[in-house]
């Protein structure tokens, strides 16, 4: 059986991220909102646009190690205009690993709209932590 994410990530799998791009530092995902996903504004709830970006950051951190997990250890995000997308169609996230050491990595992630607009943008620092055998996919 295909993890895409390298892992069980119930949180992930219940939002509905797809990977679309996992390699040499970069990766990208597409998230389609539900309405339950959505503020008081009718946009895409601000948590569930940092979640995509910390997805899309840790994957790109990870796309160059792929047998060693990442947690977050900092993040900043800035929200340039609402995640808004017509019902059905899909947010893109895109993440790229700027600098590693041997257990750090620097990221960087963007949010677009359907039209394509910038729509958030963050930087993440993570750090690179051996990957626990599991028995169970809740735990991991």
Same mark, same amino acid.
């Given at each position: 059986?295909?993890?895409?994410?390298?892992?069980?990530?119930?949180?992930?799998?219940?939002?509905?991220f797809?990977?679309e791009?996992?390699?040499g530092?970069h990766s990208?995902l597409?998230?389609?909102?539900l309405a339950?996903?959505l503020?008081?504004f009718d946009?895409?709830?601000?948590?569930a646009?940092?979640t995509?970006l910390?997805?899309? %950051?840790?994957?790109a951190?990870?796309s160059?190690?792929?047998? %060693?997990?990442?947690?977050?250890i900092? %993040?900043?995000?800035s929200f %340039?205009?609402p995640a808004?997308?017509?019902?059905?169609q899909?947010?893109?996230a895109?993440?790229q690993?700027l600098?590693?050491?041997r257990?750090? @990595?620097f990221t960087?992630?963007?949010?677009f709209?359907?039209?394509?607009?910038?729509c @958030?943008h963050?930087?993440?620092t993570?750090?690179?932590v051996?990957?626990?055998?599991s028995?169970?996919?809740?735990?991991?």
């Amino acid at each position: 059986m295909s993890i895409p994410f390298g892992a069980v990530i119930p949180f992930v799998d219940h939002l509905g991220f797809t990977l679309e791009k996992f390699e040499g530092g970069h990766s990208e995902l597409r998230y389609v909102p539900l309405a339950h996903h959505l503020n008081s504004f009718d946009v895409t709830h601000g948590g569930a646009v940092m979640t995509l970006l910390d997805v899309v %950051m840790a994957t790109a951190a990870r796309s160059v190690e792929q047998d %060693m997990g990442v947690v977050t250890i900092e %993040m900043k995000t800035s929200f %340039m205009r609402p995640a808004k997308v017509p019902a059905g169609q899909a947010l893109q996230a895109k993440g790229q690993l700027l600098h590693r050491t041997r257990s750090m @990595a620097f990221t960087e992630g963007k949010v677009f709209d359907s039209d394509g607009q910038l729509c @958030a943008h963050a930087t993440g620092t993570f750090k690179y932590v051996a990957r626990r055998a599991s028995s169970s996919p809740a735990t991991d």
